[in-house]
């Protein structure tokens, strides 16, 4: 079946990948690859990540073809930006307008998909320590500091708001960390609400370029996300679907399990 998307819309893609093998499974999904793709699988070191990245590329290969259904998703072929954003390399028309981006941690994966606009997501598993100490070193000295004035307890949480805020960033400019993350900050009020702000050095990008959301899927993640605004300043529709495997990825919509943090303005 294929799914329609519209330049209002983002939809925000969720798979768990279960730590057990399916041999069956797994092996459809590898048959999706190119050599290229496999040699890589192979060199991780730990079962679990080849596993991740086995069904990270299965994902977005057959999303990318329930909405583009005239490539098979073993046809995809992508390419990377100088920053090593990857992108799709060919396809008909339909394809170029498509736009996406993957993150995963732990046992979720993450995979947006918008319409001729640039976008960026994050997912950190929060379930672990917060390492609080690179904030000083990576964080503008603003957010820095509110950060530090937060209650002890709430630092954790705000420290992965602002990570994976900054990563959705990043990524959304498809410029990855050649992009110093101590050169723009996010303001968090009290409402869930954010605003980015840059330094002299970035003079290159504008606040009003981008807006952002922060999402909680679940008790042991955060995700973040950073989408192009449309130049008719329509509002933008998320839309959280799940994926139950790469090869059968339902358009089911979450409900109840994907929490609306905060919404972009």
């Keep these: 079946m294929q799914l329609h998307i519209d330049a209002h819309q983002v939809h925000l893609w969720h798979l768990y990948v279960a730590e057990h093998d399916d041999p069956a499974g797994d092996q459809a999904v590898m048959a999706l690859l190119t050599p290229e793709e496999r040699e890589k699988h192979g060199r991780f070191h730990f079962a679990r990540d080849r596993r991740r990245y086995l069904m990270t590329r299965g994902l977005i290969r057959s999303l990318l073809s329930r909405y583009v259904p005239q490539v098979a998703p073993a046809d995809w072929r992508f390419e990377t930006n100088e920053y090593g954003r990857p992108r799709i390399a060919e396809g008909p028309a339909q394809a170029w307008r498509i736009r996406f981006n993957i993150s995963h941690s732990a046992s979720l994966v993450v995979a947006a998909v918008a319409v001729e606009r640039e976008v960026g997501v994050d997912v950190e598993h929060t379930a672990r320590n917060a390492p609080l100490e690179i904030a000083e070193h990576f964080f503008s000295g603003k957010e820095a500091r509110a950060l530090q004035q937060l209650p002890a307890g709430s630092q954790p949480a705000g420290f992965w708001d602002l990570w994976t805020l900054k990563e959705s960033y990043i990524k959304a400019r498809g410029m990855g960390l050649s992009i110093p ?85």
């Design 181 to 265: 993350l101590d050169r723009f900050s996010f303001d968090l009020d009290q409402h869930g609400g954010q605003t980015i702000g840059f330094e002299h050095s970035l003079e290159d990008d504008s606040a009003s370029r981008w807006q952002f959301w922060r999402l909680q899927p679940d008790d042991a993640h955060a995700v973040a996300l950073c989408l192009e605004r449309a130049h008719d300043g329509c509002k933008v529709q998320i839309l959280c679907l799940k994926a139950t495997t790469p090869l059968l990825a339902s358009v089911e919509e979450f409900q109840g399990t994907v929490m609306r943090r905060s919404a972009g303005d």
